[in-house]
């Protein structure tokens, strides 16, 4: 079975500062992994994805993230806080097979902030 | 391309009322839609998958005769929570899947941008 943890509930930095948000995850098959955005009462917004290939891989705003298999991490980073960038992510796990093919399982959720 | 809408945005009923929760997918054919709840400050919670043209499969815990869900169309997806109660207040979102054609992958998700319930 997946699992996704996300370390940290609430993440706070400030402008032009790095970003970092952890992601670890459980799998008992090569994963597919995702990190979405949410701003408040909208929808989800992705932001990257690793399927296969290349392990850093680069997302949109700025946003990139790196597959670890030997920590089993997808952490996600930003070299830069905008104020922008203030919204909620989420690390997710695709199931690859069996009866849950096409699942997704999200993490907990990390709040930022974003201080001027 | 890939857009996923959902109707209504936001919707206010009375409790014991049913209320319809539509989800489209504008320019791709979604054979599988995933149907979530996320309540204040929580993350996304499946409650179901479904296919197009057969029945929904629910997740463990959630109530498939409360929560019915109809894929009747490549595009379309409803969620009707029956009978509503206060507890059902919630912000639902659905997601929609392709086989894949052209740029839309077959692993991605597609989110909608939710639909924000209050039953009161």
């Known amino acids: 079975a997946q699992s996704v943890t996300q370390l940290g509930s609430h993440v706070s930095v400030s402008e032009g500062a790095l970003v970092l948000l952890r992601c670890n995850y459980s799998s008992s098959v090569p994963p597919y992994l995702f990190w979405y955005v949410q701003y408040p009462n909208q929808g989800l917004q992705l932001l990257l994805k690793y399927t296969t290939g290349a392990t850093l891989v680069k997302g949109i705003n700025g946003f990139e993230a790196e597959f670890k298999k030997s920590e089993t991490s997808f952490h996600l980073t930003k070299p830069s806080a905008h104020m922008s960038d203030a919204a909620e992510y989420f690390c997710a796990v695709n199931h690859a097979g069996g009866t849950s093919y096409g699942k997704l399982t999200f993490g907990q959720g990390t709040i930022l902030t974003v201080h001027p | 391309g890939a857009v996923v809408s959902q109707h209504p945005s936001r919707v206010i009923c009375k409790s014991g009322t049913s209320v319809k929760i539509e989800c489209r997918s504008l320019d791709f054919q979604a054979t599988t839609m995933f149907w979530y709840r996320q309540f204040p400050k929580q993350s996304l919670m499946l409650m179901a998958t479904?296919?197009?043209?057969?029945?929904?499969?629910?997740e463990q815990g959630v109530e498939k005769d409360k929560f019915l869900i109809n894929h009747a169309s490549l595009t379309l997806s409803t969620l009707t929570v029956t009978s509503a109660h206060p507890e059902d207040s919630s912000f639902y979102i659905c997601?929609?899947?392709?086989?894949?054609?052209?740029?839309?992958?077959?692993?991605?998700?597609?989110f909608g941008p939710g639909t924000r319930l209050t039953v009161t």
């Open positions: 479904s296919n197009e043209g057969s029945k929904a499969t629910y």
């Open positions: 997601s929609a899947r392709t086989r894949g054609v052209g740029t839309v992958k077959t692993y991605e998700q597609y």
